[in-house]
């Protein structure tokens, strides 16, 4: 039965080790993952530990209830939906798209409406997008933040659930807008690290020290940990790339500025990161802030 | 021997569960708790527990090795200090003067200097601006983040250690300048939060499953555990008031002008909350930052 089959498209860094989970999952109703990528090679070890391999998203519609498709972005969500073995020329019963990789809002209920459309409402859209990076993959404890219909999402649910915490917050582009909002807040918080750390080094005080009292008061956060030993060592070895933040605190301001709320913050965080962009440090770790603000001051 | 004996001037919300903390502290040396405040009655509590009034802050000044003083401003420890019965006019042998008052990191330099000259160096003065609230006063966790020389350091921190975590973090100001680094990332976090769940809920999200799910990842810190059920009941009851940060983020910004670092969120932060009090709203909680970017936008 379809319902008991789960697929998924895109094998890269985060789709396996997600892949992974989901084969469990399968297993554990007895059903079966079936997957697709790009390049067979990407799928070989999986397919070795029982996931099914289908040559075109076409033939994996045909078997699956719920689809995942964790490809780069939306433009490649649309590779896979078009074309003779594209996605929509394949289903045999209603289904759900999931759509994990991250977008915009409007991009993914554009999308939604579209499928929803040249499928005759035989395909749902879910947005999906997850935070927590490989590491959270491979270990089942991504946040996945969901979007779409309530029937749609009930049916996805129990698979996004195996990778990791997967909680429906809202419409159809609600889990982009949950992601935008995730990364104006690691933003904001990393950019004020970067100023107070800068500050501090120049009026004499001991980082190191400083960011440990810090962490145990109010100003404590997941990022001042991760971070601390960066902005002490001025480290900038790439975990999460500045340059990624442009993309996503633009998504972020995108729907600012269709729910019409007059931000003041996020514009500031978003000429940040383009300026680090353009100077050419994008691809170093979003630390960076710190350095940028060093060679910015006088 | 005096540095067995501790005075603490200024006993209010905050100063009353501190000198608590201290008289258990100076008995355990073998010493005494010296108080002065303006209102006598402050001190009843106390002085009924085994502390010793001091009529004036002279007459403390003689007995104490370190004076701590808990008043609200830099003006108020000049009162301390000057005249007949001024701290100064009553020292008998070199002694410490702890201002444990948040003030800007220039004008403890300034009150420092001018201490040492007038006391041809028999007073020292170290700044010890404290974080945690009278909550944390009370339980004696507070954070207390210390400037100074390091032998004067040395012959507070034992005292300081008995209401908190003391940390020495560099020369005379550099408490002032770790607060007023505090000040900016509890700011900065606070308007994202602020900006983050304006957007979620014109949106179409459920704030509170949004705020749990982000507050299990990089997103999450210890202000938005404070501040969630307020930012999700739209509830501005006072625990932080929202006034205080225009004080706190100017002294931010008097030492990023001195030392000359660029920074860019920080005025938009002061900005926010100058705007705030403007409006009227500055003695709400700092959570008023969702309420007055709803008012603002279209």
Known sequence: MTEDNVGLIGLGAMGRPMAAHLLRAARERG??????????????????AGARWAATPAELAGRCGVVV????DLPQVAEVLDGDGGLLAGLSAPAVLVVASTSS????????DDVARRSAGRLAVVDAPVSGGVEGAAEGTLSIMV????????????WLGAMGTAVHLGPIGAGQVAKACNQLIVAATTVA???????????GLDLARLLDLLGGGYAGSRLLEVKKSRLVAHDYTPAAPAKF???????????????????RQLPVLQEVFADITARGLGDLD?????????DRSA
Chains 1, 2 share one sequence.
Do not use: N
Request: aromatic letters at 2%; proline letters at 4%.
């Open 31 to 48: 059903g079966e993952l079936w997957v697709h990528s790009r390049r067979r090679a990407s799928a070989e070890e999986l397919v070795a």
């Open 69 to 72: 498709s964790m490809v780069q």
């Open 193 to 203: 690290l970067g100023e107070a750390s800068v500050i501090a080094e120049r009026s």
């Open 147 to 158: 979007g779409g219909a309530p029937a749609d999402v009930a049916r996805a649910l129990p």
């Open 245 to 263: 933040m442009v993309k996503d605190l633009g998504f972020a301001a995108d729907e600012a500025r269709r729910t019409g709320v007059a931000v």
């Open 286 to 294: 979003t630390a960076v802030v710190q350095r940028d603000l060093e």
């Open 105 to 112: 809002p409007d991009g993914v209920r554009a999308l939604a």
